[in-house]
């Protein structure tokens, strides 16, 4: 097709020689030298060049003829072939199985220069493609469900950097970015319930590996090569103390992505520590301890209003002038059965006060305190003004209050009869269980958990 | 043992005489450490309504040790386990806080009290009780959809 004859006549001529560009191969060449026809594709899709109508825009973009000339290095310029974020970058990937581990391994290519004139941002495209291609990896790796792994990287190109700017820092432009993962295939089984993958969370388990590795000579992921070792199969490669450390991190075997920050896996913990570990409750009498208290005979004040009295351990009905074993706090128990609980807990099974600490200084009191006592009948409990201190409470704490100083007598004149009442009344008010509870969660548990969490709300 | 079984006798036929309400013990000679117990939830509760079977069991060392509650009914409650458990381990009933004077019929009071008023502060499952503080509509509803669907 000839060019539209009318255009040359319609233009005026603003240049001495007019300038011919070809749409097809962007070809430009002059006028007067080789005609409209384009010298290189004899296509006729060519026009001149003018300076207010640069048909030279119009290939860059669908463009607009009031946007600004163009940038001169975009002439020739084929946007489709710039590095695309999304799959041109990774040039190779390569795809290696062994029998118990695979190996992914991509190689990214940018052109730097390129990159920065398509991108005004320029190098910060880097860092989202790395971060795109990892995570990539880490879905086809974590897909596959496998237990555990083991992640090596091959940091940024520039020496000044450390490992741990692989994913955040930035690279130096026009650079080739190599990112490689290793991954190590295990069955699952309980004593490695794995680890997370991702490369910028949970780093503590494999840093935890990494160090235990290092200091015991063997980290899976650096020191087992990436094709598997024959025997080793379903063997999971950690050094046994990793393996403790992997279990320390994950206590109560919690399923990959299970955590015991919350509260309530807590309380859980710290249970079962409670159960097994019951240092927070006092030891044991000693036998002397226990052989030396005394016996009294039981009178009618020690009856209780119904004319009857029991012993509180075996429920047995005591009659009077039946000897008892009676504690430094007076109250009294057939001395087999105190004796079988003594033999364990230093406490009076009724209010908790021990025997072991009243063998010393305190004994002189008791004679003149033993007839108030009597005189109130078996309801009556001493005015120690010290009670018991905890073994391993803070402070002036007692026993059943570790965290606040010592009552005053009154106070504790009450409190014992309250635990009296609330033990040998057969319904004990809601006001009985609630002080019954409170004074259970005075214990290590619930000092952990004020500690952790505050106060009880 | 002989002593606990004796202790445990005498405290059936004083739970037998005095049973806290809505609740009926099934007691077995033969094997009188293990107690089940039938228990309708407490009409001013969100459990009214429910049927809830219980399991007390006595360790050997009853008296010295405390008693073992758990909940065969699935219960939606702050201080009952959600597990295949069900159990409640507070206030008396926690090993470092039991005393042998505590009875059987004190626990079973207690447990009916706590199904009443449940103890937030001190419970065994904390979502349970934050709801219970935060949402207690929301609490209160999903106690009655559990009763429905595990206690009738």
Known sequence: MDPPPQQPAQQPQTTARDMVFCHECENEWYRDEHGLSCPECQSDFTEIIEDDNDPRNATMADSDDDGPPPLSAFHHHNPWNAPDPDEDDINQLHWRAGPDNFTVEGVIIRDGSSTRRVDPLGHDLHNPVARNFATMLQNIVGGLGQQNASERPRGSPSPGQGLNDRFSGTLPGGNRFTYQRTVRLHPPDGTHPGTHLDPSGDDLNGLMEHLLGAAMGGTPGHTHPPSGQPGEFGQPPINPLAAIFAQLMNPGMAAPGDFVYSQEALDRIISQLMEQNTSNAPGPATPEAIGSLPKKQVTMEDLGPDGRAECSICMDEVTVGEEVTQLPCHHWFHQPCVAMWLGEHDTCPHCRKGIMDNDKPKESTNSSNSTAAASSGSSGAPATPSRQQMPGTFGAGTEENPFVVPETPEQSRLHAQQDQRSSSERQPSPHSVHSDGDAASGGLGERIRRGLFGAPR | ?152
Not at chain 2, 22 to 51: A, C, R
Not at chain 2, 76 to 91: A, E, Q, R, V
């Open chain 2, 1 to 152: 043992m002989a002593a606990a079984r004796k202790r445990i006798l005498k405290e059936y036929t004083e739970c037998s005489n005095d049973t806290p309400p809505g609740m009926k013990i099934n007691f077995d000679e033969q094997n009188m450490t293990e107690w089940e117990i039938l228990m309708d939830g407490p009409e001013q509760s969100v459990y009214s309504g429910g049927h809830f079977k219980l399991r007390l069991t006595f360790p050997n060392e009853y008296p010295f040790k405390p008693p073992v509650v758990s909940f065969k009914t699935k219960i939606y409650h702050p201080n009952i386990s959600n597990d295949d458990k069900g159990s409640m381990c507070l206030g008396m009933l926690r090993p470092d806080a039991w005393k042998p004077p505590n009875k059987v019929i004190s626990v079973l009071h207690l447990v009916r009290t706590l199904l009443i008023e449940p103890n937030v502060d001190d419970a065994i499952e904390a979502s349970i009780a934050g709801e219970f503080k935060d949402n207690k509509k929301g609490f209160e509803k999903t106690a009655k959809e559990w009763v429905k669907q595990y206690a009738k």
